[in-house]
């Protein structure tokens, strides 16, 4: 499938594009303070979208963590783009942004393996096969119920 990516989105208009495409997303993104809380973090983060004609499909907004390090802070894409290429043109553009920001590192933080999720195990397939390799688990990060694991990848 054929995607615009886009920026230069306003700060209201990445929390909106945010809210719609979480909001789509229960099953990664369901409670909904904290996936406010991730709509409201993108507005002064870089940002960008793919759009299908003129509509968001799916967004990724970064994070610096270090001088030479950042995070995919949150992405997601609508349902029916799944496993359509979405994802992948996302996060080739985060590690272009990153690169040309001299991050040397670039990490994600995601469900571990010890939590039965069947679709953030999807999720932790798809980073896997975008190169990334898990790092740590931190089982109470978030909570005891959700163990959270940090990938890698160099840049």
Known sequence: MEYTLREGF????????????LNALPEWFGIPEST????????????AAVC???????????R???????EVY????????????????????AEQYARAAGWKLLQVKTLDAAHPSPEYARTRAFYHAMGFVDLECFPTLWDEG???LVLVKAL
């Open 10 to 21: 306003s700060p209201q208009e990445r929390a909106a594009v945010a809210a719609r495409i």
């Open 36 to 47: 406010a809380q991730y709509a409201e973090g993108c507005k002064a983060l870089p940002f």
């Open 52 to 62: 299908d004609g003129e509509s968001p499909v799916g967004f990724l907004a970064l």
């Open 64 to 70: 610096q963590t270090a001088p030479q390090a950042g």
């Open 74 to 93: 949150v992405m997601g894409t609508l349902p029916a783009y799944h496993r359509k290429g979405a994802g992948r043109a996302l996060l080739a553009w």
């Open 146 to 148: 959700n163990p959270c």
